[in-house]
């Protein structure tokens, strides 16, 4: 486990060791004796089978079915003096919460609902869809140590195997266990799985030969996606490449103009749904996911420098109402997509999901 030593401690930045035999024994013991609490102040009562010790011995992370949770609330300690008082947002907790319960299970045909529930399935996309995620390869280095991949889920198409094909280790990071089981699963020994926060990441600097982070800033609360994305340029090493996938969502004049009148009904459904409720005194239906997405303007002003380019201009509604095979829907598709060839840039700043390109000097 050569990997221990990119890592660091989450909330004091230490270097980590893994535990010997008799530490863990030693912390058994105390499990046993209810004098072991998780870093947000939650008695910790399982037994431990392995993890990682702080270097002034403060902090305990455990690893479980070979993952290694650094997520700082789920620290384990002796010391009720070093318990913390900042834990996960609501926003976040909706995010873990749907992608460990929901969002990383298969149906009955093999598809994760989180694929079921956002993307186009359908053959008719296939190509396409495939092609937009062979695109991120070409703005990678096309080899290294590790690549790191915030907030990989649970891999859930082939395609995205290929961006650490020719890396010893794929640092898989995410929010959900399930997620990452699935991960490690599919990656075997070249996975290193880590529960934690993309806005604290408890990896030193620079350890990174590249990264990618698909469809994921914009489910972080807003006030924190630049932290994240700077959090992934932090890591970058001298010459690392790194790609990020965003969604302009309102922001895309091309995907507003196609689905106004389609958003106008969800709009007015809307409305019309919570004034029954509150009429009725019923609860509107909860929030699946936190989502949020910033201006081009906003990142340009605030990020680390990058090249703006598409990864796909198509929306999932647009696809899904617009694409039909019985409509000419692949001719279609290959045309847009040999226009988003033509012009990158454009199609990545007026279409739904552009590719944020990050290369350290």
Not at 179 to 186: F, G, M, Q, V, W
Not at 203 to 216: I, R
Not at 230 to 249: A, N, Q, T
Request: proline share 4%.
């Amino acid at each position: 486990m050569e990997w221990i030593a990119i890592l660091k401690c989450p909330i004091t930045s230490q270097d980590l060791r893994r535990l010997e035999a008799h530490e863990v024994e030693e912390l058994n013991r105390k499990i046993s004796g209810k004098e072991i609490w998780q870093a947000d102040g939650k008695p910790f009562t399982e037994a431990l089978q392995d993890g990682l010790i702080t270097a002034d011995r403060s902090y305990v992370y455990p690893i479980i079915r070979e993952i290694v949770l650094l997520l700082s609330e789920l620290a384990l300690t002796a010391d009720l003096q070093k318990i913390i008082s900042h834990t996960l947002s609501d926003d976040k907790k909706l995010v873990k919460n749907f992608y460990d319960q929901r969002g990383w299970h298969t149906d009955l045909a093999g598809n994760y609902e989180d694929a079921v529930i956002y993307e186009d399935l359908r053959e008719v996309s296939r190509d396409y869809i495939r092609k937009c995620h062979d695109r991120v390869s070409r703005f990678l280095r096309p080899s290294g140590k590790y690549m790191l991949d915030a907030a990989s889920g649970a891999l859930q198409y082939t395609d995205y195997l290929q961006y650490s094909a020719n890396y010893q280790y794929r640092v898989c990071v995410d929010f959900s266990f399930q997620a990452l089981s699935e991960a490690k699963r599919k990656l075997g020994s070249r996975g290193i799985c880590v529960l934690c926060d993309m806005t604290n990441m408890p990896f030193k600097d620079q350890v990174m030969d590249g990264f990618v982070s698909l469809n994921t800033i914009y489910h972080i609360p807003k006030e924190e996606q630049v932290t994240a994305v700077k959090e992934l340029y932090r890591l970058l090493s001298s010459k690392g490449k790194g790609v990020v996938v965003y969604d302009w969502f309102k922001h895309s004049p091309w995907m507003n103009f196609w689905m106004l009148p389609f958003r106008g009904f969800v709009f007015v459904k809307n409305r019309i749904l919570d004034a029954a409720g509150r009429l009725l005194g019923t609860k509107g239906a909860s929030r699946r996911l936190y989502f949020y997405a910033h201006r081009p303007e906003f990142f340009r002003e605030n990020l680390p420098p990058y090249q703006l380019k598409v990864w796909r201009s198509l929306s999932v509604h647009f696809m899904r109402v617009y694409i039909h095979s019985w409509l000419f829907g692949k001719p279609i598709l290959n045309w847009i997509y040999s226009r988003e060839e033509k012009d990158p840039e454009k199609w990545g700043l007026k279409g739904e999901y552009p590719m944020l390109v990050f290369e350290k000097e």
